[in-house]
């Protein structure tokens, strides 16, 4: 069984994924003195969906994530945020409190 995921920090948000000139043509905008009112309410949108703290659930655009579990029993850990590029790193707290980072040979991304 897996543990259990206790919590999902963005670290780094992901770019809008509708750029400001397609969201003016939706809007028919030609001009640009909206564009930075459309380009809170773009980026606004594009965060209402993407990512795994969304209703989606999952990453749309390219994004930081870190995960806490709150146990490190088992062989396997279900990341939130699919599909993952990349794990950059695998850290537990030790029995003596200390942060003890896993080595990198000895995990896989599945």
Same mark, same amino acid.
């Given at each position: ?45 594009? $965060?209402?969906? !993407?990512?795994?703290?969304?209703? %989606?659930? +999952?990453?749309? @655009?390219?994004?930081? =994530?870190? $995960?806490?579990? !709150?146990?490190?029993?088992?062989? %396997?850990? +279900?990341?939130? @945020?699919?599909?993952? =590029? ?25």
């Amino acid at each position: 069984m897996a543990s259990e995921l206790a919590r999902v920090v963005v670290v780094t948000p992901p770019e809008p994924f509708i750029t400001l000139d397609q969201a003016k043509g939706h809007l028919r905008v030609t001009g640009s003195d909206e564009d930075s009112l459309i380009d809170i309410y773009r980026a606004a949108a594009c $965060a209402h969906i !993407d990512g795994p703290l969304t209703w %989606l659930g +999952r990453s749309v @655009g390219q994004q930081t =994530l870190r $995960a806490y579990f !709150d146990s490190f029993d088992d062989d %396997l850990l +279900r990341l939130p @945020g699919a599909p993952l =590029l990349t794990v950059s790193s695998v850290v537990y707290d030790a029995e003596d409190g200390t942060a003890t980072s896993v080595a990198a040979e000895l995990y896989t991304l599945d």
